[in-house]
């Protein structure tokens, strides 16, 4: 795992730029989180997904510093002929530690089906590196009543691809598809429901995975991070819209630190 601190149940938040930055306004953001986190002393641990050509860049910049960082989506092959795409082992060569697989808007732009995420997933494992595994419901799923039999069938379709050894080394992020980039957040309680319905999932594939860590996301503020991450299955946050702005993202960092560590 990425981290700053050696206590391994600090939360964790990990911002999702998606498809935003340019090397100057990226320098910027890089060089206020880094020193922000730093100076929150605290016992958070903290990262950022970028566009992958900026993934030099962040090394660079983040190297040695408090934040891990990664990319936002890998192929399913580790090399060969596949135009476009970029390998896990690439990705391992800029110091990255994580890599995100399955958001939901590769699952519904790219047509990404749920045994694809699983592959990749593999091929994040194998090149050393640990997959943010991204599940969630459409409205229309949550309001027919299907929002657990949603998130356990696209969890379901990696671990089974996965010995108990890697499905422990995973992260999962819960991120309902009506929360994100709305400004909607799911509320604690909702949340929380879910979370729990996916722990219990992951301890039916053994004992030590039952505590992988588990993010939620979908317009996450500085305003809601507090009261959603003091759930007692919230182990921290993936974040989009607010990770773009340094203040904003500190703020929440700083909510993940004054709520501890999961219960
Ligand atoms: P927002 O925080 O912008 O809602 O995005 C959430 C997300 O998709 C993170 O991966």
């Given at each position: 795992m990425p981290t700053q601190s050696a206590n391994a149940r600090a939360k964790l938040v990990v911002g999702n730029w998606k498809m935003h930055g340019r090397l100057a306004e990226n320098a910027a953001l890089l060089q206020a989180v880094a020193q922000g986190v730093g100076e929150l002393n605290a016992d958070v641990r903290v990262g950022v997904c970028v566009p992958s050509p900026y993934l030099a860049q962040t090394q660079s910049l983040l190297e040695g510093g408090p934040v891990a960082w990664g990319a936002q989506d890998v192929s399913a092959f580790s090399h060969g002929a596949y135009t476009g795409e970029v390998a896990a082992g690439m990705v391992a060569e800029f110091g990255a530690t994580l890599v995100i697989v399955g958001h939901s808007e590769r699952r519904a732009y790219h047509r990404e089906s749920a045994e694809l995420v699983g592959i990749k997933t593999q091929r994040v494992l194998e090149a050393g590196?640990?997959?943010?595994?991204?599940?969630?419901?459409?409205?229309?799923?949550?309001?027919?009543?299907l929002t657990e039999q949603v998130v356990a069938d696209q969890l379901?379709?990696?671990?089974?691809?996965?010995?108990?050894?890697?499905?422990?080394?995973?992260?999962?992020a819960y991120e309902p598809v009506w929360a994100i980039g709305t400004g909607k957040s799911a509320s604690s309680d909702q949340a929380q429901a879910v979370h729990a319905f996916l722990r219990s999932r992951l301890a039916a594939k053994g004992a030590a995975v039952a505590s992988v860590p588990l993010l939620y996301g979908g317009s996450v503020k500085p305003d809601n991070a507090e009261e959603l991450f003091s759930q007692s299955d919230i182990d921290g946050g993936l974040i989009g819209g607010a990770s773009l702005k340094a203040q904003d993202f500190l703020a929440i960092c700083k909510a993940a630190a004054a709520t501890g560590v999961a219960g």
């Open positions: 590196l640990t997959p943010i595994v991204c599940v969630g419901e459409t409205l229309e799923e949550r309001e027919a009543g379901d379709e990696v671990l089974v691809k996965l010995s108990v050894e890697d499905a422990a080394r995973i992260v999962v």
